[in-house]
């Protein structure tokens, strides 16, 4: 009789764990190995990225430099308005010549002479000042509206008055509102006759407080502290019936602590006029490969923004010659300052 032998085969599930683990395995550490090579494509396109936004933005700077050189080179009675990337009506700007060839360009510039809406600028306390003409493009001005701001906005206003008050000598330390006073004169200046000017120029010292009515009427304001109603944000005040001429000057200067002054006007309807001759708005996109970068600036088109803040500036002494009373006009020998080699201070005498 013949045996039959019979194998028996164990069956496990050991090799196919092990081919799971490993395919595990394998995914994982291909997921972390494309993730890190995903993080430094990033990377890379993050550096690269900001050394072209540089280069962008320096190019849109180049762009507002040629901009400006031009403006500066350009007669007063040429226009200056550029509305659009495209507009070609102003053949003033056919000679800017952006470098296309190296990639790296300004793409679009826009100037905005004539129909700015409000004016700007940085108000120092060391006893300089800010002159911004008022000249609008069409209607009349019923109000100028006034914004103070500082370079850095305070947390808090607790310090300011709840009233406009009298002010303490600037140095003395007795200030402590975060907010300085802003003194505003506003001058006419579509008739410079004497009489105008000596009947209708307003000097106002804007005083910053924690609340009131941030209104002063035009006709009483001359020499007036008034209130300006001030937050953590900025300080704003309104001087309204502004009335008796077409185009005014305003001359701003900070007394305590510098800031930014933001000027706008509006007509006897409460809508903003659009203002020229003031600030040329210059809007200038930069391109280098696929970033952009746009800037905007603003540049004063006033030639008087760098003018005296006084009647009469010297930089030596300042000798009155001359006394008048009634009908009576004489030279006096009692000149205090007596400057020898300045042939108006010397002490003289003249006869009846």
Not at 194 to 207: M, V
């Amino acid at each position: 009789m013949m045996k039959t032998s019979h194998i028996h085969i164990k069956r496990t599930d050991t090799g196919m764990v092990s081919i799971i683990v490993t395919m595990i395995m394998m995914i994982v550490i291909s997921l972390i190995v494309l993730g890190f090579a995903q993080v430094s494509r990033r990377e890379q396109r993050q550096v690269l990225d900001r050394s072209l936004s540089t280069q962008a933005f320096l190019a849109a700077e180049s762009g507002v430099n040629e901009v400006v050189k031009l403006i500066r080179a350009t007669p007063a009675t040429t226009s200056l308005q550029k509305t659009s990337c495209t507009d070609t009506a102003n053949g003033l700007y056919s000679n800017l010549k952006p470098n296309i060839a190296t990639g790296v360009s300004y793409t679009c510039v826009m100037v905005n002479t004539d129909k700015v809406k409000e004016v700007i600028g940085s108000v120092s306390a060391d006893g300089g000042s800010v002159v911004m003409p008022i000249h609008p493009a069409s209607g009349s001005v019923s109000t100028v509206k006034l914004a103070w701001s500082l370079p850095t906005p305070p947390t808090s206003v607790a310090s300011c008055s709840s009233t406009a008050g009298s002010f303490p000598k600037a140095g003395t330390g007795d200030w402590t509102c975060p907010y300085g006073v802003l003194r505003v004169d506003l001058v006419p200046t579509s008739s410079l006759q004497r009489d105008t000017l000596r009947n209708q120029q307003r000097t106002i010292f804007f005083y910053p407080v924690k609340q009131t009515s941030p209104n002063v009427a035009y006709a009483t304001a001359d020499g007036s502290v008034s209130p300006m109603y001030c937050t953590t944000t900025q300080c704003s005040a309104t001087i309204s019936g502004v009335s008796g001429s077409t185009n005014y000057s305003l001359r701003a200067m900070a007394i305590y602590n510098a800031g930014t002054l933001t000027m706008n006007a509006t007509d006897s309807s409460n809508n903003t006029l659009n203002l020229k001759d003031a600030q040329a708005v210059i809007d200038v996109t930069g391109k280098a490969q696929d970033v952009l970068r746009r800037i905007q600036v603003r540049v004063s088109l006033s030639p008087d923004s760098d003018s005296s803040n006084y009647a009469l500036d010297s930089a030596s002494a300042v000798c009155k010659r001359f006394a008048q009373a009634g009908t009576t006009f004489r030279v006096p020998n009692d000149i205090t300052v007596t400057d020898t080699t300045n042939p108006m201070c010397k002490v003289m005498s003249v006869g009846p």
